[in-house]
């Protein structure tokens, strides 16, 4: 009778593999996992440990540069290496990395020996054009190489770290109502602590307005690295003068303000006084125009006319013939003519005769003359600039020295030095107030970094938090483990086992015999070879590595 074999069927798969759970537990169950679990699992710990140590041992990492190129990354890292400075390069990224408290070192390292070498720009960018490229291609590697060569021009300004420049050159057109301007935006990060006066941000504008053809000063936009506008918008209207006007203020104060620093730091030491200054400057721009008339005038044109009499001729000749007919005239008579008018309408003063001179003209009867005369004029025009002081008020506040205090007298002599050098003027009302008081204690710590701020407290708090990390795993974890192994071994009470016996405190556990550990105490306690053999093989069953050594000392002693 033959049996025809059947394929299994899924269902029929052994039970371990169909659920993994089960294997897992059965291999976890075998004695020999059992023995090694506490020692792999205080190995682990002790790996947890260490991964936590490294993690928080390491320093804070802080990128130095990205974007690099494989040569200026080779010649940096080998820079560094040389200068005892760690980097990592990021596989991701590319960026390189050093640690967060070394960042500042390496930055002056590379900036002293010039790198990370630059990129070729400026008009140098003109040289890499390969042949054929478009128009508009060449147009933007022109804008390209403008753009460079003005920032690099302005980080020539000393206050001026770097700077970056925007030109925004629309195409020329045709049509005169489609033409646009050039506009330029300037971004520039300054020095630590310094700032850009108005003078030299209006000589930035100046500058990018005169590299750029038709591009006017009023299109050029500066910004700094904190996102303030610093050109600022109708710069010579009504905004300007006024921002002008404060600055004049702001110097007047520090002129004085000064002055009065450089008068009492030899009398009093530095750091005795303080001194503040409000001066009240006349900021009104005025202008004023006379005009002066001369009261005596000089003739500028004369017109008129003169009547004679007619009706008296001129005398008919006589006399006897053949005498002289020359005779001399008749003695002139005076007559006063009649009144003409002059230039304004007032009657002319009558002609007086000069002696020797020729006599008026009897036949002339009257005349009227208009005459015009120029007066003399003076036109005056003053203008008074803004900046003068209308008011001054001192404040100047002396330390009183150790357990002394200062004499009226010696500080009626400091005001009178005070007024002497800023210039005191009782017609301006001008105030000047010297007092002498006991300023507060400060602390020496308060002038230097607070404890806090350190650059060792947080390499500190990190290394204290991996030792402190690794602490509790020792102590919560390994020794626990530890402790309870050597417990076990201690606690544990040997069993004899007969032929046929079961062994005592043993049993089936899943299927297999749990013997308990025999001690040589048991071993001398048998009575019976039977009980002394079994427990042989019990102690050489639990102490595999004991017996072997007891079995090594046997044959040593025979051997002697």
């Known amino acids: 009778m033959s049996t025809a074999l059947a394929p299994a069927s899924p269902s029929a798969l052994p039970e371990k593999f169909a659920n993994p759970l089960l294997q897992i537990k059965g291999m976890l169950a075998q004695p020999a996992v059992r023995r090694s679990l506490p020692m792999a699992m205080l190995v682990a710990l002790i790996g947890a440990a260490a991964l936590a140590w490294m993690t928080f041992a390491t320093p804070t990492q802080k990128t130095l540069f990205t974007g690099l190129t494989d040569a200026d990354k080779q010649a940096v890292t080998s ?11 990021d596989e991701g990224t590319g960026a390189l990395t050093v640690n967060e408290d070394q960042f500042s070192k390496a930055r002056m390292l590379l900036a002293g020996q010039g790198l990370p070498k630059q990129a070729p720009g400026g008009y140098a960018i003109l040289d890499q054009l390969p042949m054929g490229v478009s128009r508009a291609v060449e147009g933007e590697r022109l804008r390209q190489a403008r753009e460079t060569e003005l920032a690099r021009s302005i980080e020539d300004i000393d206050a001026v770290a770097e700077a970056r420049v925007h030109l925004a050159m629309p195409e020329a057109s045709v049509f005169v109502r489609d ?117 005596a005038g000089t003739l500028r044109a004369e017109t008129g006319n003169w009547v004679g009499n007619q009706a008296n001729g001129p005398a008919t000749p006589g006399g006897i013939p053949g005498a002289l007919s020359n005779t001399p005239p008749p003695a002139s008579q005076l007559q006063t003519p009649q009144p003409a008018n002059g230039a304004s309408g007032a009657p002319a003063a009558a002609p007086t005769p000069v002696a020797g001179g020729p006599a008026p003209n009897p036949n002339k009867q009257s005349d009227s003359f208009q005459r015009a005369y120029d007066l003399g004029k003076e036109v005056s025009v003053t203008r008074q600039a803004p900046g003068s002081v209308k008011r001054l008020s001192v404040a100047v506040l002396l330390r009183d020295p150790d357990k002394t205090r200062r004499t009226a007298m010696e500080i009626g002599q400091i005001t009178d030095l005070v007024k002497s050098a800023v210039g005191f003027d009782q ?110 093989r019990g102690f050489t069953r639990d102490n595999p590595a004991r017996a072997a050594l007891a079995i090594r000392d046997m044959i040593k002693a025979d051997a002697k």
Do not use: C
């Not at 556990?509 to 042989?536: C, F, K, N, P």
């Open 79 to 89: 820079a560094l290496t040389q200068a005892n400075i760690t980097s990592k390069i």
């Open 179 to 295: 033409n646009a301007a050039p506009s330029a935006s300037v971004v520039v990060k300054l020095q630590g602590g310094r700032a850009l006066s108005q003078a030299q941000v209006q000589s930035i504008v100046n500058l990018v307005a005169s590299s750029v053809p038709g591009m006017k000063p009023e299109s050029v936009t500066i910004v700094d690295q904190m996102g303030a506008l610093l050109s600022k918008p109708g710069a010579g209207g009504v905004d300007g003068d006024n921002d002008a006007r404060l600055e004049m203020q702001r110097k007047t104060e520090d002129k004085v303000r000064q002055q009065l620093v450089q008068l009492l730091t030899p009398l009093v030491g530095a750091g005795n006084f303080t001194a503040e200054v409000q001066a009240d400057i006349n900021l009104d721009q005025t202008q004023a125009t006379r005009e002066t008339y001369d009261k």
């Open 427 to 536: 017609a301006r009302q001008d105030q000047v107030t010297v007092i002498s008081r006991k300023f507060a204690e400060t602390s020496a710590d308060a002038d230097g970094p607070a404890w806090y701020d350190n650059a060792w407290l947080p390499v500190l708090a990190r290394n204290g938090t991996a030792i402190l990390i690794a602490l509790l795993v020792l102590l919560l974890g390994v020794r626990p483990l530890a402790k309870g192994l050597m417990k076990k071994r201690e606690d544990a009470t040997p069993a004899l086992a007969g032929p046929g016996a079961t062994p005592v405190g043993g049993g089936e556990t899943d299927g297999i015999t749990v013997h308990e550990a025999v001690s040589l105490d048991r071993l001398e306690a048998s009575q019976t070879v039977d009980d002394r053999i079994g427990a042989v």
